[in-house]
């Protein structure tokens, strides 16, 4: 690293007191934690564990469970069940306060009566540093969110842009073993928080710190996170890299929540080799490449990526003459969406399915372009197809 | 241009609707009360002189402007009676503002803290006593603390006491009168500013390694004074010109003002002495309103 922040030696330093494991080694295991509220089952046997040095993304829609869970990390609610491990020692009833881990707001829950400085100092404060030291760490803290010359300003007095990286900066500042961002970028607008994005990352990586972000925003929680938990009905649906979850998607609700796909519902037919036959009632017979997890024999569903289908005006040939590709669907163009840097068409396939595929615009003008109601084929290569349990 | 005219005139109006209403009902009848605190006392109806004729000409009126004499106020500075009165006054009114502050904040805070349809419910509560006259509920009071009445029963039967307790015609009864009748009004303003803070605030706070007390303290508590300064100037000031509740449950060895004020007035037929009394205690009460407004105002600029 070029720059060296003087005393950003995390794990010596922790104002929170115990030393951090080493980047990673497992930082915190959740064990079977759930939390009802009333009848609602908020988190529902949630198990996870996070590395040291990870950052975390937990994605989901709303009243999936995601806030609840980070509370319990943060210790504002404490589960019915299960066990929370940071650095081996159970904290799933310990208050807050005795936590080395903080949290950055929704709304970022700046004290409005105190200054950027004071914001930043309380927890330094309350951990009983010395003065000199606070007014160091402050001076450190203001200058890694670049909130020079801002120090006396209330925080009314600041933009939202500028609010923001009070709130990371005093959650910074006490060097916790952990993070929590529960919806740290949802309050500023698209610029802004693309850019933000990007100074987090960076932070995150120069800082070794371990990051979990709570979030809606898949395109938010794939641009950061290491490895990202999809949430649903207060269970965890599928945790893997960003790669893994949009490419292989373990069930069809994860499928359909992130990114767009298209769903043929059938039954595996005949097998060949590595290849799978899948009878489909609204798409044929389409052929997949086998999964590598064995798929039983009853309802399955075939999945494919709007961008991995190809459209074109005739099939494709080889020289011989004969046709190339192996899934090919024919049908009109139902509905075109230009979105710029790609045209997302809607295809009404000859056998009854509808079909969406998004096309990059990689000419200018627009000789590619397909017209409403063209009648075009649409393909894709067996290794395009995710086969999921329906 | 034409349809701003049309709003012109009633706008107006609206604009200075409030200094009418000062000037009629605030600033015409202070004058009134300055005049007569300046007057001397007589045997006459109305029981003071100089009286302001108009009919009778110029110089009349010249002769009764020289007849106005500041002795009334010469004469409260210098009787112990007034000066204890006034001090007396002030010693409730602080004593009875801290016991409402101490017992107010908890209620106030446990509502807020409440769910939210509880809260409506504890609202209602706290108002309720009010649809009841407010003599009515000191009248009551002086049942349950006479020498048979209900607390000293209370206290027998649980074998506290052995025999009766004085209770009526002491500053005791005075000050569970006064925080009773007042409660709500420390309540209601506390309680406003407590259930619109952000709960986030605390947690923040919690999260930043604060134990309650100190989340309380360093968090809560700063950002419910202007709670706490609306409620006091709502109890403070009225409780300063107490007059009934002195009047029913406290001894008669010690006054406050507002008693001596009535005293004056109907006993003594006083006009004039009750009436300069009347306006160095709208003096005294200005000191405290004035150090509000400042500390608000300095509140708003920091805000901006």
Redesign the interface.
């Known amino acids: 690293m070029a720059e060296e922040l003087p005393g950003m030696n995390v794990a010596a330093e922790t ?1 929170g007191g115990d030393a951090c494991p080493a980047t990673g080694q497992p930082l915190l295991l959740i064990e079977g934690v759930a939390k009802t509220f009333g009848m609602f089952r908020a988190v529902d046997g949630v198990s996870l564990d996070i590395k040291a040095g990870e950052f975390f993304a937990l994605l989901g829609p709303s009243g999936c469970g995601k806030t609840t869970l980070l509370r319990m990390l ?3 609610e404490a589960p019915d069940e299960g066990r929370i491990l940071l650095g081996g020692k159970d904290i799933a009833q310990a ?3 005795e936590r080395p ?3 950055m ?3 970022y ?5 105190l200054s950027v400085r004071d914001n930043i100092a ?2 330094l404060k ?2 009983g540093m010395p003065r000199a030291d606070i007014a160091t760490r402050v001076a450190e803290m203001v200058a890694l969110v670049k909130l020079e010359g801002l120090e006396k300003r ?1 925080p ?2 600041l933009s939202g842009g500028q609010r923001q990286r009070v709130a990371l900066a ?1 959650a910074l500042a ?1 060097r916790p073993q952990l993070l929590l961002l529960d919806e740290p970028l949802a309050a500023l607008d698209k610029k802004l928080r693309e850019s933000t994005q990007a100074e987090l990352m960076e932070l995150q990586r120069r800082l070794g710190m371990t990051f979990i972000i709570v979030t809606h925003d898949q395109e938010e929680a794939m641009t950061m996170a290491d490895r990202i938990g999809v949430m649903n009905a207060g269970k965890l649906a599928q945790v893997a890299s960003p790669r893994e979850l949009y490419e292989a998607p373990r069930s069809r609700w994860v499928a359909e929540f992130v990114g767009d796909i298209n769903l043929f519902d059938g039954e595996s037919k005949l097998r060949d080799g590595r290849r799978l036959v899948i009878g489909t009632r609204d798409a044929g017979a389409l052929v997949v490449t086998e999964p590598r997890e064995a798929v039983g024999a009853g309802k399955l569903a075939v999945a494919i990526r709007p961008e991995k289908i190809k459209l074109s005006r005739r099939a494709p040939v080889n020289e011989a003459g004969r046709e190339t590709a192996i899934n090919t669907l024919e049908g009109v163009i139902a509905d075109i969406c230009y979105l710029g840097g790609t045209t997302t068409y809607k295809v009404k396939l000859d056998t009854g399915g509808m079909l969406q595929a998004s096309v990059a615009n990689s000419a200018r003008l627009d000789v590619d372009a397909y017209s409403l109601n063209q009648h075009v084929v649409a393909w894709f290569t067996p290794d395009d197809c995710v086969v999921l349990q329906s | 241009m034409s349809s701003r005219r049309i709003f012109a005139k009633p706008a107006r109006f609206a604009a200075i609707a409030p200094y009418v209403w000062m000037v009629l009902f605030f600033l015409v009848p202070f004058g009134f009360v300055l005049k007569i605190s300046l007057s001397q006392t007589a045997i006459a109806q109305p029981p003071y002189e100089p009286v302001f004729d108009l009919t009778a000409g110029w110089d009349a009126l010249k002769a009764a402007f020289a007849a106005l004499s500041v002795d009334n106020f010469k004469l409260l500075a210098s009787d112990d009676i007034y000066v204890f009165a006034y001090l007396r006054s002030l010693t409730v009114a602080v004593t009875a503002t801290a016991l409402l502050l101490l017992i107010g904040y908890p209620i106030a805070y446990g509502m807020a803290r409440l769910p939210k349809r509880w809260q409506a419910v504890a609202m209602v509560l706290v108002i309720v006593p009010f649809w009841t006259s407010f003599l009515i509920r000191i009248y009551a009071w002086i049942n349950i603390l006479q020498h048979d009445g209900l607390l000293n029963q209370i206290l027998l039967a649980l074998h506290l006491v052995s025999q009766p307790v004085v209770w009526l015609a002491t500053d005791t009864a005075m000050y569970i009168g006064i925080v009773y009748s007042y409660l709500p009004f420390m309540v209601l303003p506390l309680y406003a500013t407590l259930a619109k803070m952000e709960p986030a605030l605390e947690e923040a706070a919690s999260d930043l390694g604060a134990p309650p007390w100190q989340v309380f303290w360093l968090v809560t508590f700063p950002l419910s004074l202007p709670g706490v300064g609306a409620g006091v100037l709502l109890c403070f000031i009225p409780i300063v010109g107490e007059f009934v509740i002195p009047d029913l449950l406290a001894g008669s060895n010690a006054l406050m003002i507002g008693q001596t004020l009535w005293l004056e007035f109907f006993t003594n037929k006083d006009w004039p002495v009750a009436s300069a009394a009347a306006i160095v205690l709208l003096v005294v009460l200005l000191v405290p309103l004035l150090l509000y407004e400042r500390l608000q105002k300095r509140q708003l600029e920091q805000g901006r």
């Not at chain 1, 829950?109 to 009566?113: I, R």
């Open positions: 104002a943060a210790g504002f208050l807050p306060h881990i903080n949290m707001f929704q709304n829950a700046l004290f409005p009566h309380f927890g309350r951990a209330k009314d007095q005093r006490r």
